[in-house]
């Protein structure tokens, strides 16, 4: 079992960075490959990024140049930077951990996770 909690959410408008993060329970952290998925109001939930266990990441085209993952394994914490954000981008952000049964643009759908945080709500306003 893996317990993920998810910060940094908030406010910022058009244009500006928010950093989240994840924390995950030990000792299964590396085990696992991560993402970030977001829905937004009447809309599916969708991936954003997702890394894998030796560290290559893959992105939504909309988030790509903007949005960086990565993963600090001594503190088991997963992060997603989002600059340059926009109205779009608004939603609820939710971290996920999934057992290492796919791989490449797999890694952006639900299916592939076991694993999933709360949420943390994202609103950029214009």
């Known amino acids: 079992q893996v317990q993920l909690v998810e910060s940094g959410g908030g406010s910022v408008q058009t244009g500006g960075s928010l950093r989240l993060s994840c924390a995950a329970s030990?000792?299964?952290?590396?085990?696992?490959?991560m993402g970030w998925f977001r829905q937004a109001p009447g809309k599916k939930r969708e991936g954003v990024a997702a890394?894998?266990?030796?560290?290559?990441?893959i992105y939504a085209d909309s988030v790509k140049g903007r949005f960086s993952i990565s993963k600090e394994n001594a503190k088991i914490t997963l992060n997603l930077q989002m600059n340059s954000l926009q109205p779009d981008d608004s939603a609820v952000y939710y971290c996920?951990?999934?057992?290492?049964?796919?791989?490449?643009?797999?890694?952006?759908?639900?299916?592939?996770?076991?694993?999933w945080g709360q949420g943390t709500q994202v609103t950029v306003s214009s």
């Open positions: 030990a000792p299964t952290y590396s085990t696992y490959y």
């Open positions: 996920a951990a999934g057992l290492p049964r796919y791989s490449g643009s797999h890694l952006l759908q639900e299916y592939a996770y076991n694993y």
């Open positions: 890394i894998d266990r030796v560290g290559g990441a």
